[in-house]
């Protein structure tokens, strides 16, 4: 039984019904999808879902919107088998859950498919962008990962990693105004924080209004008022990872 009286925050927005332009391939010990835009590139992005899972087809949709643009891109099964975390779950076990899927040891996942996008798609500059539970994965891989040469955090959670500001690439951080999960004054705390440590490119980037997920977890059709926002945070990704890969 879900428990009412306490959703889980990251239960906000929109399932999308979306089927995907990729294909599941096994890499290593790990699953993942992935699309490959119609013209051969060396460029590549790993996409590092959020919480519920690497099959969700909002995330599928984002890596597709990536391919469209020209990446390849790949969303790897980072729970590496176990169960993503489902609507219906008792928010008070989401804590016990969490401790079994650290977004901060995801480095053997991450070698492996590094390994495959050099080897079987011929990527020589590889970026990541990662939603939420994914967001502070790319947070950690900013801070140790040399093979990677930028990264997009979206809405990921800073409390995991908020010693830690001394990133090695190009970092996009993006939050939402009306974040339940992720308090302004947190923002404001990294962003100092990265103002005094950081000695590579960096923007921290707050849109108004806007609550947890919303760059790939609203659809515009629904959440009009949205839009301009949701439409921004897509483009402004973009953006970031086309100037730096």
């Given at each position: ?32 999808y992935?699309?490959k ?20 087809p ?16 790949i ?7 176990q169960?993503a ?7 008070g ?8 899927r ?23 500059k590889?970026?990541?962008?990662g ?5 502070a ?11 990677l040469?930028t990264g ?6 800073i409390?995991?990693?908020?010693e830690k500001?001394?990133?090695?690439h ?6 939402g ?19 005094q ?8 980037k707050i849109?108004?209004?806007q ?22 945070g ?12």
């Open positions: 039984m879900a428990n009412e009286s306490r959703p889980c925050p990251c239960d906000i927005g929109d399932k999308f019904d979306y089927g995907g332009r990729g294909q599941e391939v096994q890499v290593e010990h790990i699953k993942a992935v699309c835009p119609p013209a051969s590139t060396d460029k590549a992005v790993i996409v590092i879902h959020d919480i519920f899972g690497w099959q969700l909002n995330t599928r949709y984002i890596a597709d919107m990536l391919t469209t643009n020209g990446y390849i891109a969303c790897p099964d980072f729970f590496v088998g169960e975390w489902k609507p219906s779950n008792d928010w076990s989401f804590n016990d859950w969490l401790k079994t650290n977004a901060g040891k995801i480095d053997k996942e991450v070698d492996a498919v590094l390994k495959y996008l050099r080897d079987q798609c011929g990527a020589k590889i970026g990541v962008i939603f939420c539970w994914g967001g994965a790319v947070q950690h891989l900013m801070l140790k990962n040399p093979h040469k997009v955090s979206l809405y990921g959670v409390r995991h990693f908020d500001s001394n990133l090695l190009p970092t996009f951080f993006i939050f105004e009306k974040d339940d999960i992720i308090p302004l004054e947190q923002v404001t705390l990294l962003e100092q924080k990265l103002k440590n950081c000695k590579v490119d960096y923007e921290v849109y108004p209004g609550t947890h997920g919303f760059v790939h977890r609203k659809r515009e059709d629904i959440n009009p008022q949205d839009k301009p926002y949701i439409e921004e897509r483009k402004d990704m973009i953006n970031w990872l086309n100037k730096y890969l």
